[in-house]
């Protein structure tokens, strides 16, 4: 049964960091693109980051850009991503994805499989 599983959210003031752990079983995901998204409270799910199979190509959300960084340990079948200086409107759900091949994408459609999220609130 393939699984990901997401871990690392928590509250934390504005400008903290927090990373978050992706957790893939079942199957290995080294040649496929992740990613993560994200849905906040009463907005549809947006893209945050992706990282390509090999690590040569990574997109982020303008949101983020400069403050999120994605990165992968394949031969672990693991994913993180490190968010500094958090803001207030990054609270959302996080989710973890996986690409149904290896090209980067930041098209939900294009994911495979999914984690349950992990919640990030940020709040004063």
């Known amino acids: 049964q393939v699984q990901l599983v997401e871990s690392g959210g928590g509250v934390v003031q504005p400008g903290d960091s927090l990373r978050l752990s992706c957790q893939a079983s079942?199957?290995?995901?080294?040649?496929?693109?992740m990613g993560w998204f994200r849905r906040a409270p009463g907005k549809e799910r947006e893209f945050v980051a992706v990282?390509?199979?090999?690590?040569?190509?990574?997109y982020y959300a303008d949101s983020v850009k400069g403050r999120f960084t994605i990165s992968r340990e394949n031969v672990k079948n693991l994913m993180y991503l490190q968010m500094d200086s958090l803001k207030p409107e990054d609270t959302a759900v996080y989710y973890c994805?996986?690409?149904?091949?290896?090209?980067?994408?930041?098209?939900?459609?294009?994911?495979?499989?999914w984690g349950q999220g992990t919640q990030v609130t940020v709040s004063s």
């Open positions: 994805a996986a690409a149904k091949g290896f090209v980067e994408t930041t098209n939900p459609d294009d994911y495979d499989y």
């Open positions: 079942g199957r290995t995901f080294s040649w496929n693109a």
């Open positions: 990282r390509s199979w090999n690590g040569a190509n990574t």
